[in-house]
């Protein structure tokens, strides 16, 4: 099982930045697909961006040019920086973490989630 710790959140205003991190339990972390989802009440969670092992990249269209997702491998945590936030930003934020690369319908699953941290952006 591994454990993954949200940290960073919290309120910014229209404009501002924030650095999401998500820490690891496990040092298996290097080999993991991961990424950041959100999630507003009463809608699902949507990919912000995510990370494979070799580093390759994905982003959402909403947060191209604006967040950055980044590994620290020796660490065992996940960053997202976020600038030029927006109110829309406003959101729970989660880190996910995936063994293997599963696909269904184009979408990817994960094994394990954190328990989320809050973004408010307020405008």
């Known amino acids: 099982q591994v454990r993954l710790v949200e940290s960073g959140g919290g309120p910014v205003q229209t404009g501002g930045s924030l650095r999401l991190s998500c820490a690891a339990s496990d040092s298996n972390f290097r080999f993991y697909i991961m990424a950041w989802y959100r999630q507003v009440p009463g809608k699902g969670r949507d990919v912000v961006a995510r990370t494979g092992p070799q580093g390759v990249t994905y982003y959402a269209d909403s947060v191209k040019g604006r967040f950055t997702i980044s590994r620290d491998n020796d660490k065992n945590t996940l960053y997202l920086q976020m600038n030029s936030l927006k109110p829309e930003g406003t959101a729970m934020y989660y880190c996910?973490?995936?063994?293997?690369?599963?696909?269904?319908?184009?979408?990817?699953?994960?094994?394990?989630w954190g328990q989320g941290t809050q973004v408010t952006v307020s405008s």
């Open positions: 996910a973490a995936a063994n293997n690369r599963v696909v269904t319908n184009g979408v990817y699953h994960f094994d394990y």
